[in-house]
């Protein structure tokens, strides 16, 4: 089956550090997404990883554990236009980009 | 540059009648996805195209639902005598023929409220 497994809720303060949890299980794995979505808005790509480790871009950075079905999305120096879902998205098996999205994680950022 | 255009952007049907939404992809973009996403639940995917041919569609409805990507003009992902659980937002991707980097590029979506 295809699981992915994402808290519902945050909420953090302006300027903080937050690690939004991703737990997957999927039938087959070619890379890992993090969208942000902002209410009523198109999901917008924030990062990617296919290999374990850790990717850092500006703000955010992204950690993959393939053997532990795993990835966290950090967040630095928090600004009140972070508040939005953060979705985890595993791009399954089948050669096309076809994509398997958690329900997202609603940040919200209090000053 | 225009990004995903998805039209209409909110759309009211009664039930029973048809719903028509549009989504023209990314300039150099042949590949089209269609998503649906429910309140409060992640986005679901529906179906896949590439120009003139449905490549999986195996996300959609057998009944009443129906896509497709010509050679000419959007795509159009069409649904028959609506229900109320038809209301969600439908968001349509686009992307290259695999751009493994960056997934999609997603449209601004069309909002069905079905009364």
């Known amino acids: 089956g295809q699981n992915i497994d994402q808290p519902t809720e945050m909420t953090a303060t302006e300027g903080a550090i937050v690690q939004i949890n991703c737990t997957y299980q999927t039938s087959g794995f070619n890379g890992l997404f993090w969208y942000q979505q902002h209410a009523g808005e198109a999901p917008t790509f924030l990062s990617y990883?296919?290999?374990?480790g850790l990717e850092e871009k500006g703000r955010f950075s992204s950690f993959l554990s393939r053997s532990k079905g795993y990835s966290y999305l950090l967040l630095k120096e928090l600004q009140m236009k972070d508040s939005a879902s953060y979705l985890c998205?595993?791009?399954?098996?089948?050669?096309?980009?076809?994509?398997?999205f958690g329900a997202g994680i609603r940040l919200a950022v209090h000053p | 540059n225009a990004g995903v255009m998805q039209n209409p952007r909110h759309l009211v049907r009664r039930r029973g009648q048809e719903a028509r939404l549009r989504c023209s992809p990314m300039k150099g973009h042949s590949h089209v996805y269609w998503y649906r996403q429910l309140p409060e639940e992640g986005l679901k995917f529906m179906v896949y195209?590439?120009?003139?041919?449905?490549?999986?569609e195996s996300g959609m409805p057998k009944e009443r639902f129906s896509a497709e990507f010509p050679k000419e003009g959007p795509s159009i992902l069409r649904i028959q005598q609506v229900v109320r659980g038809d209301s969600a937002a439908y968001f349509c991707?686009?992307?290259?023929?695999?751009?493994?980097?960056?997934?999609?590029?997603f449209g601004s979506g069309t909002r069905l409220t079905v009364v």
């Open positions: 998205t595993v791009r399954g098996s089948g050669g096309y980009n076809k994509l398997i």
């Open positions: 991707a686009s992307s290259p023929k695999l751009d493994p980097w960056r997934g999609y590029t």
């Open positions: 990883n296919v290999l374990d």
């Open positions: 195209l590439q120009k003139e041919n449905i490549i999986d």
